[in-house]
């Protein structure tokens, strides 16, 4: 049920998908919005956030039911994910780990990696992370340059990537390395590093300090002849790497997109919660014309983007994994929600600028939207291909 829009309904959404809205609202209210300032002192959640969201069914939503998962369709993703944004929640790792990386083992790990790997990931025994940028290259993936070299039954990897999410509490990491250099994108594979403290190699490198989200611990990691086991390329062969970032990014980017149309509806939650509360020249700050249009316009902007994000998850649910559908969706929710998040900060006035303030955190978590999951300008690059 949206708070702003009290009749909303995607087309998608069952009463499943709401009863899930209820519970994952009333979870993030309780376990994540108290400790958000805490969380950002630390530059991590805590540990146990992960097992709590295990054991609320939180991280296989639309995972299968054999490995305890639930089973839904992505519309169970969209809905925690909407929900945790709405929640003022800027430090869980929940995107990187449930909808996105979760999936690549989902769809790609064979039988017995699934049946190792899969339990823990649905638990939250085990956190995710996925390592595909790299200092040098992010937009570019073809140009990655951290390499897997096979030496009997190993891959030895050397390399570094950096901006990565949830790279303090990964256990399991899909690492992006070219298995053969002298080719480009058909050169690159998917390999699972388990992040244990015998993998020899491995180097956690240092917290990065965001302009926001201060709460998530995003990490440069370093690998030098780094070991993992062959048994842990993802898929069939190698050289499919590639081709499977392009086929999950679509998931990516519509969790995002639905991060997106969360943050945009709580930070206009608040801000007209704010303008009755607080008062200037005798009459609370929504009693001023100026205001109240500032408010309809931006109410309005919420509603489109929902819509908008709504049509492609709809899309992708429908079976049509369309890169330029997901691309939309993520462009617009994140283009128009930064700008929504930037005018609500306004009605705040020098409350809307302090890390304090849900507003004020929200300010500096959501402009990285337009750039992590593929930036606007590589939206609108795919989106064009389909012109
Ligand atoms: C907080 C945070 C968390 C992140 N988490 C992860 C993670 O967990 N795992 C991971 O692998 N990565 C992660 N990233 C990295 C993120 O995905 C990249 O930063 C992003 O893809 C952009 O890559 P880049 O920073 O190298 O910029 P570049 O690729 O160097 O781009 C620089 C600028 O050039 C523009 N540009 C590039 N190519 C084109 C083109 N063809 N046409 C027009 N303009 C172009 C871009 O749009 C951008 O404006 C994270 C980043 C941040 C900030």
Redesign the pocket.
């Known amino acids: 049920m949206s708070a702003l829009f009290p009749d909303y309904r995607a087309s998608w959404e069952t009463d499943q998908h709401r009863e899930l809205r209820r519970h994952a609202a009333e979870f993030f209210r309780r376990e994540a919005t108290p400790n958000q300032e805490r969380w950002a002192r630390n530059h991590q959640v805590d540990r146990e956030f992960w097992n709590k969201l295990g054991d609320a069914g939180l991280l296989g939503l639309d995972l299968p039911e054999e490995f305890g998962g639930a089973g839904g369709d992505f519309g169970f993703s969209a809905v925690v994910a909407e929900e945790l944004a709405l929640a003022h929640d800027s430090a869980s790792g929940w995107v990187?780990h449930s909808p996105i990386v979760a999936h690549y083992i989902d769809t790609y790990a064979n039988a017995q990696q699934k049946q190792r790997w899969m339990p823990k990931i649905i638990s939250g025994e085990a956190v995710l992370?996925?390592?595909?940028?790299e200092p040098g290259?992010?937009?570019?993936l073809q140009a990655v340059r951290t390499t897997a070299v096979r030496d009997g039954g190993d891959y030895v990897i050397n390399g570094s990537?950096t901006?990565?999410?949830?790279g303090t509490h990964c256990d399991l990491l899909v690492i992006v390395a070219k298995t053969d250099p002298a080719q480009g994108a058909a050169g690159i594979s998917l390999i699972v590093a388990e992040t244990n403290d015998q993998l020899q190699g491995f180097e956690r490198g240092r917290v990065l300090e965001?302009v926001g989200?201060h709460g998530?611990d995003?990490r440069e990691l370093f690998f030098s002849d780094m070991r993992v086991p062959v048994a842990n390329l993802l898929g069939e062969q190698e050289g499919l790497g590639f081709y499977q970032l392009m086929e999950q990014l679509a998931r990516e980017r519509l969790a995002i997109a639905s991060v997106c149309s969360g943050m945009a509806e709580a930070a206009v939650l608040e801000a007209i919660r704010y303008t009755k509360e607080r008062e200037a020249f005798g009459k609370p700050l929504i009693g001023f014309q100026h205001n109240r249009f500032a408010l309809a316009e931006l109410k309005a902007e919420v509603l489109s983007i929902k819509t908008t994000v709504d049509y492609c998850v709809q899309s992708y649910i429908d079976g049509r994994n369309d890169p330029a559908t997901a691309s939309m969706a993520k462009l617009v929710a994140a283009d128009k929600g930064v700008a929504v998040v930037d005018r609500c900060v306004q009605f705040f006035g020098g409350y809307g600028y302090m890390m304090e303030y849900p507003i004020g955190r929200a300010y500096a978590a959501a402009r990285?939207n337009k750039?992590?999951?593929?930036?606007?300008?590589?939206m609108k690059?795919i989106i064009s291909r389909s012109l």
């Open positions: 990187v992370a996925i390592a595909m940028t290259t992010g937009s570019d990537k901006f990565i999410s949830n965001k989200q998530q995003t990285v750039i992590y999951g593929g930036t606007s300008e590589i690059e």
